[in-house]
């Protein structure tokens, strides 16, 4: 035993040493933890708490199984929070035929119905702010121009209007700026980035000038009508549309004649060009299936998404270009991740019949979608995600379990409820129908190609199968 | 480029400048500077040419050539250049797992990812080891003098030579009417908690020495256990098991628990586990209350447990000393290690779940690796030991009788000499040590002690883990928090990080796991049924015909391929005795000479 007093003590209080040389013989040295309940303690109670932090991973266990659990809660929270309906806008006196962005304002929307009368809505107050009978029958095609004063319209009366964007004063009529009498009828409507110059389709691909009251340029590919044409965003002085004989045709606004078409089995009816990558464009089919193409190798198409169970019938790229939103003539309006097979979200609702326009906003945080039942709807992007400005702490805890969702979503259990949709019973059956005739086909192809001399029937991936040819 | 090309072309086609004569008191750098001029591009040799015009821009050219890019403004070079280095024992602390093998085709997508997920890992790693430099508090030691034992030095003289807050801690309960005690410290160490064999049961907030509640169960107290928080604890009584709240009030009294002997508590599966004198080892889900797995374990009387703090598994130790390791999954022991030549009397896992240690009736201390479940060191005590327990930074108290031994680094290096000693008035019947302070609790027939350990408790709380100054409303959000990511109990297995790895699981048990979800074997062969045709034609002799048209198609093939290749070798032999006949009947001169 050592004698009391024949210390030297280095005791420590607040993680300070003090030696205290003492002139004995015999010393010690012992250090005990004490810690001053001031560094661990806010001062007052309007501070806020302090958290000390020490990472050691022995210090905290299941450190997998716990941000499993956190995966699994987050992945449960965004089901329950996922209220993507936001508002209809009705007033519509016949079903939404077209719908157009604002080029400049976020809150405006322009749309087109079968009557002929385009209505001109504010999203923020969910109202309508104008309203104008354009044209006779239907309104086909509907854009507004790059600087945001005025748009364009089209309509079954064979008529390109021009329309100013703000409304005639008072006492003045509602009249447009300029009238085109075409030869035929126009389907659909597109307009340049930058320059004043607008392609319509009908009969014909046609080029036109603002200033000019014919085409200054018109392609035309064998005798068929087609049905929507698209600028691409970036390489600006291309062109792409869907014809009726089942092509696609690309087109240059410099050349004159048409570049290439690539025919594939059934019909496309729209078709859009991703924002980012430029060279890729999604089109809707009629064989219930979206097919994006790289515009480069046109010969398969870079993508298959399927998931809709009856033709699609618009689509819409997201500002960012990594995903899009499809209409389709069986109620619903799913959203595709851009190189995903299948689609990550489905909309629908009782009320909503074919959904003929689609378009998503240039936020990337709304969608909307107008339907034959005479509504246009506004949808949220991200079911699950909250409205309006997040606290910083918010953020960051959506952005955490976001990041967690990803880490474990491949997980049976989180997979599971990350995938579970409800849907309308009748769409549920036809999906199970469609399955079914599905592999019935490859159940006989593949008989098919067992009975017959080997190599006389090739085996066809699902991206070969709906392509007949790439003309030049 | 454009406009450079003009002033490329006179350089080159200007007669090259004559260099001036090398000097020795000249640079070499910086004429190795001049020769890299005209190597480089042309854009870069206009802008170093026309510097060089300037004598100012000459002199600050001549600086950076001499400083490695690395200087201020005053021309003076930085002495330790780039991130401050850190301890490489450090970064192996945070280390989680070995970098991912690259995959071997060309997954571009995939590389990517690894790539990036990769360099997070490092960057948080990195991070946190730079952190660990930070942390405010350092452990507590205890030095002798040259040539004195740490464990001659009383307890009396340690708490004389520490500051005032750390003397209190070292103090003395006298219990003697009901006693022998069992300890147990809440998660934050705030509070302790004694069970008196005799039904006396008090929580004591033991900084403040303030009692929060004391009552007398009237019926005998085999174990006592904090639950998840300081507001509710566990009781093991004669017959059942009860919960108490901290004003001493009884919330339940659990029947399907019957003559409990120890518990653990499983702080993040919120499970209360319970080993019985009936031998059954039964888990209580204390978060919901239900009874989550109760196992026969047919072995006897259970009364020594411990708990593996990182894998939440269950470690028991048997009279015919051998231990087993258990999880509320499975029906039967994980592991069954035989542990003691005689019956094993406690079990102590550290905080990393790398190191058991136990103790048997043989006098035996053994110290096994449970990774490997292999035994490191074996250590004979001439009185035996039990209560075992193991601190936060790997300290172990062993009671042998009346006094309470420490040892240090029982896994790394052989020990001779316990770390300290210290003689209680009656036999130790639980030890248990303070976490995050330097604090042993020692119950025993006459009492509670509670002694100084340097170096035994963890420095540095983690404030949203275990936090021992939180307030009341930390307290709460900590409790919903934790109560959020409860881990199931299905997840407890003897590798906790299994869940965040790829299942490589056989193809086979794929496909039985298929079968089982689909209801039928996909890739089973179909039977063949034939159709029903009219007019007669599905007489029983005609589908018997059909089925047997179908009946060996696979067959047939086999037999097709078969038949082929025979013909085929047949061909080819014919060939060679061909080849070979053609060989022999050349007759060469020298054949007259062959017998």
């Given at each position: 035993q050592c004698n009391a007093g024949k210390l030297i003590s280095s005791s420590s209080t607040h993680g300070l040493c003090s030696a205290f040389p003492f002139p004995f013989s015999h010393q010690m040295k012992v250090k005990v933890l004490s810690r001053n309940p001031d560094d661990y303690v806010r001062e007052t109670k309007l501070d806020i708490q302090r958290v000390p932090r020490n990472y050691d991973p022995t210090l905290h266990p299941f450190e997998v199984s716990r941000e499993y659990t956190r995966a699994l809660n987050a992945t449960k929270l965004e089901r329950v929070f996922a209220k993507p309906f936001l508002a209809s806008l009705d007033g519509h006196r016949d079903g939404v035929n077209c719908m157009a962005k604002h080029t400049k304002s976020l809150s405006t929307l322009l749309s087109g119905s079968c009557d002929g009368q385009v209505k001109v809505w504010n999203l923020t107050k969910r109202e309508c702010v104008r309203t104008l009978q354009a044209h006779e029958g239907f309104v086909r095609g509907m854009v507004v121009r790059s600087c945001g004063t005025s748009f364009f319209t089209v309509g079954d009366d064979k008529t390109i209007k021009h329309w100013k964007m703000e409304a005639p004063g008072y006492g003045e009529e509602e009249e447009p700026l300029n009238t085109i009498l075409g030869k035929t009828v126009f389907t659909g409507l597109d307009h340049h980035q930058k320059d004043a110059v607008f392609a319509t389709c009908g009969q014909q691909v046609d080029i036109w000038d603002e200033r000019r009251s014919s085409p200054i340029r018109s392609f035309t590919w064998g005798v068929d009508s087609f049905s929507a044409v698209r600028f691409n965003p970036v390489e600006t002085e291309l062109l792409a549309s869907c014809a009726s004989d089942r092509s696609i045709v690309l087109y240059d606004m410099r050349e004159s004649a048409p570049l290439k078409k690539v025919i594939m089995t059934m019909r496309s009816n729209t078709l859009c060009w991703?924002?980012?990558?430029?060279?890729y464009f999604t089109c809707s089919n009629e064989d219930y299936n979206l097919y994006t193409y790289d515009m480069r190798y046109l010969d398969q198409p870079v993508t298959v998404h399927m998931d809709h169970v009856s033709a699609v019938l618009d689509v819409d790229y997201s500002p960012t270009g990594k995903e899009f939103v499809s209409a389709s003539f069986d109620k619903t309006i799913r959203i595709f991740?851009?190189?995903?097979?299948?689609?990550r979200e489905v909309y629908h609702t009782k009320r909503m019949q074919h959904v003929i326009c689609i378009k998503w906003s240039a936020d990337n945080k709304y969608i909307l979608s107008g339907s034959d039942e005479m509504n246009i709807r506004l949808w949220k992007a991200n079911a699950a995600e909250k409205l309006g400005v997040l606290a910083p702490r918010e953020r960051q805890a959506t952005n955490y379990s976001q990041k967690l969702k990803e880490k474990f979503q491949h997980h049976p259990q989180i997979r599971r409820i990350a995938h579970h949709r409800h849907l309308p019973k009748s769409l549920y059956h036809q999906t199970k129908e469609l399955r079914v005739m599905k592999e019935a086909r490859r159940k006989k192809y593949v008989n098919v190609r067992k009975h017959s001399r080997p190599g006389s029937v090739p085996l066809l991936s699902e991206k070969e199968k709906h392509v007949v040819t790439v003309v030049k | 480029m454009a406009s450079l090309g003009g002033e490329a072309l006179t350089v080159t086609h200007v007669e090259k400048k004559k260099k001036p004569p090398a000097r020795y008191w000249e640079d070499p750098p910086q004429q190795a500077g001049n020769g890299d001029n005209n190597r480089g591009t042309d854009g870069e040799q206009a802008g170093r040419q026309t510097e060089q015009q300037t004598p100012k821009a000459k002199k600050r050219k001549e600086n950076e050539d001499r400083g490695d890019g690395n200087k201020f403004l005053s021309g003076k070079a930085d002495r330790f250049p780039g991130p401050a280095p850190i301890p490489e024992d450090r970064l192996q602390k945070f280390k989680r797992k070995e970098k991912m093998k690259k995959p071997r085709r060309q997954h571009y997508k995939l590389k990517d990812m690894i790539a990036r997920s990769e360099e997070n890992s490092e960057m948080s790693q990195i991070q946190a080891a730079r952190l660990d430099l930070l942390l405010p508090e350092d452990a507590g030691f205890l030095e002798g003098d040259e040539g004195e034992d740490t464990c001659t030095i009383s307890q009396e003289d340690i708490a004389e030579s520490v500051d005032i807050t750390s003397k209190t801690k070292y103090f003395d309960l006298k219990l003697s009417q009901f006693g022998p005690y069992r300890v147990d410290y809440s998660q934050t160490g705030r509070q302790v908690l004694l069970g008196g064999r005799r039904g006396h049961i008090a929580c004591i907030d033991w900084q403040s020495k303030q009692l929060t509640c004391e009552i007398n169960v009237m019926e005998s107290v085999n174990d006592v256990k904090w639950l998840h928080s300081e507001a509710m604890y566990a009781v093991a009584q004669k017959k059942w098991l009860h919960i108490y709240d901290s004003n001493g009030i009884e919330l339940h009294c659990i029947?399907?628990?019957?003559?409990?002997?120890r518990m653990q508590f499983l702080p993040y599966h919120f499970l209360l586990a319970t080993a019985s004198a009936t031998s059954f080892l039964q888990y209580l889900?204390?978060?919901?209350?239900?009874?989550?797995a109760a196992i026969c374990?047919?072995?006897?009387?259970?009364?020594v447990m411990c708990q593996n703090p990182q894998n939440a598994v269950i470690h028991l130790g048997h009279a015919n000393g051998t231990v087993t390791l258990w999880t509320p999954n499975q029906k039967e022991a994980l592991v069954k290690m035989l542990c003691h030549h005689g019956a094993v009397r406690s079990v102590a896992v550290d905080k990393t779940g790398t190191y058991m240690v136990t103790s048997g009736m043989d006098k035996k201390l053994k110290v096994f690796d449970i990774r490997t479940f292999k035994p490191l060191k074996s250590y004979f005590l001439p009185a035996g030991a039990s209560c075992l327990s193991l601190s936060q930074r790997g300290l172990l108290s062993a009671a042998t009788g009346d006094i309470v031994q420490v040892y240090r680094d029982v896994w790394s290096t052989p020990v001779t000499k316990p770390y300290m000693a210290h003689r209680v008035q009656k036999t130790v019947w639980g030890t248990h040590f303070c976490p995050f302070e330097d604090v042993l609790g020692v119950g025993h027939g006459d009492g509670f002690t509670s002694m100084l350990i340097p170096g035994?408790?963890?420095?540095n709380i983690d404030g949203l883990d275990a936090n021992p100054f939180r307030s009341a409303k930390q307290r709460q959000e900590w409790e919903v928090k934790a109560l959020l990511e409860k881990v199931q109990p299905e997840l407890i297995s003897l590798n906790p990080t299994e869940l965040g790895m790829v299942d490589r699981a056989a193809s086979e048990i794929k496909h039985q796991d298929r079968v089982k979800a689909l209801g039928f074997d996909p890739l089973a062969k179909v039977k063949f049924v034939p159709k029903y045709k009219k007019k007669g034609r599905s007489s029983s002799g005609n589908i018997e015909k059909r089925k047997r048209q179908v009946g060996h198609e696979d067959q047939r093939d086999d037999i097709r391929k078969t038949a082929e290749d025979r013909v085929k070798i047949e061909k080819e032999r014919r060939q060679k005795e061909k080849k070979e006949a053609v060989l022999s009947s050349q007759k060469s001169a020298l054949d007259r000479f062959r017998k």
């Open positions: 991703n924002p980012m990558e430029a060279y991740p851009k190189d995903g097979g299948h689609s | 029947r399907k628990f019957n003559d409990v002997l889900d204390v978060s919901v209350g239900k009874e989550v374990t047919k072995t006897g009387r259970l009364d035994a408790g963890e420095p």
